[in-house]
T-cell receptor, first 117, second 111 residues
């Protein structure tokens, strides 16, 4: 089945630094990937839609300059949290839609837990 | 707009008890409906899905039936196990790539 790999799974950084999270589709091509943020005991909040070869589409209220998204190839999207602050600490999850036999099903990465000190 | 409403948790059950997690949706048209499960420290995994009215999705003993008349997609399992402890998310997909998730329901199964 479709597999999405996300790295790193956990990262701790100092306030003011930038952190990059990678999301890869391992056995399928994804022209579109999605980045979600999950707060404790809450649902997933869609942050942005990452489009291969073009600019990401951000949801209302998400800072484009803070959460930089790059979708450089059909199998890789990256989320960079710039100048991270403690309030950016969260669980970030990426997903991609498999257009194969499992069409219209989102496959999720395992998530990346960011802790900003 | 489109949305999903899930019963609030947490839910605590004894092993072998019957499970129901309610999910209702609001959508124009005919969305596809999903249940995803999230185990501690992991991302979401697709549990089951249904793409049209009256379809029943099933997997690992879990079932959910797409009820258009009641706009519901309740998750059920006849006999839960400790390993079923997780957070369960109901979701819908309408047009394009946008998925809408419920707030999640935490299930704890005790031996």
């Amino acid at each position: 089945g479709a597999v999405v790999s996300q790295h790193p799974s956990r990262v701790i950084c100092k306030s003011g630094t930038s952190v990059k999270i990678e999301c890869r589709s391992l056995d399928f091509q994804a022209t579109t990937m999605f980045w979600y943020r999950q707060f404790p005991k809450q649902s997933l909040m869609l942050m942005a839609t990452s489009n291969e070869g073009s600019k990401a589409t951000y949801e209302q209220g998400v800072e484009k300059d803070k959460f930089l998204i790059n979708h450089a190839s059909l199998t890789l999207s990256t989320l960079t949290v710039t100048s991270a602050h403690p309030e950016d600490s969260s669980f970030y999850i990426c997903s991609a839609r498999d257009s194969g036999p499992g069409a219209n099903v989102l496959t999720f990465g395992a998530g990346s837990r960011l802790t900003v000190l | 707009g489109d949305s999903v409403t899930q019963m609030e948790g947490p839910v605590t059950l004894s092993e072998e008890a019957f499970l129901t997690i309610n999910c209702t949706y609001t959508a124009t048209g005919y969305p596809s409906l999903f249940w995803y499960v999230q185990y501690p420290g992991e991302g979401l995994q697709l549990l089951l899905k249904a793409t049209k009215a009256d379809d029943k999705g099933s997997n690992k003993g879990f079932e959910a039936t797409y009820r258009k008349e009641t706009t519901s997609f309740h998750l059920e399992k006849g006999s839960v196990q400790v390993s079923d402890s997780a957070v369960y998310f109901c979701a819908l997909k309408q047009f394009g790539n946008q998925f809408y998730f419920g707030t999640g329901t935490s299930l704890t199964v005790i031996p």
